[in-house]
């Protein structure tokens, strides 16, 4: 029901900022729970940040460096990353989670956006 489409990723050095963006297409926009994920080659996906209403909140790996924000009425959800470092290099996807509000099936994902952090 919901499509989502990110970008923003590329290479940057260590010390430098990207803002991730992720568009969605489909109806409800505002009754999913926004978050961003991140898995590195051999590593397990891990939760970096999430939004519902306005607050965000973060993993304590990111926290202080990432900010999650959305704006419902372009049914967008954005991660601006600050002060990056090589243990951030991941791909990084946006995941959009009607679970708690629509049924079990209204969870979907991104494609993934490539995030490269070099030294």
């Known amino acids: 029901q919901v499509q989502l489409v990110e970008s923003g990723g590329g290479l940057v050095q260590a010390g430098g900022s990207l803002r991730l963006s992720c568009t969605a297409s489909?109806?409800?926009?505002?009754?999913?729970?926004m978050h961003w994920y991140r898995q590195a080659p051999g590593k397990e996906r891990e939760i970096v940040a999430s939004?519902?209403?306005?607050?965000?909140r973060y993993a304590d790996s990111v926290k202080g460096r990432f900010t999650i924000s959305r704006d419902n009425a372009k049914n967008s959800v954005y991660l601006q990353m600050n002060r990056l470092k090589p243990e951030d290099t991941a791909t990084y996807y946006c995941?959009?989670?009607?679970?708690?509000?629509?049924?079990?099936?209204?969870?979907?994902w991104g494609q993934g956006t490539q995030v490269t952090v070099s030294s």
């Open positions: 939004i519902m209403r306005s607050e965000g």
């Open positions: 489909g109806r409800s926009f505002s009754s999913y729970d």
């Open positions: 995941n959009a989670d009607g679970r708690a509000r629509l049924g079990s099936s209204y969870d979907f």
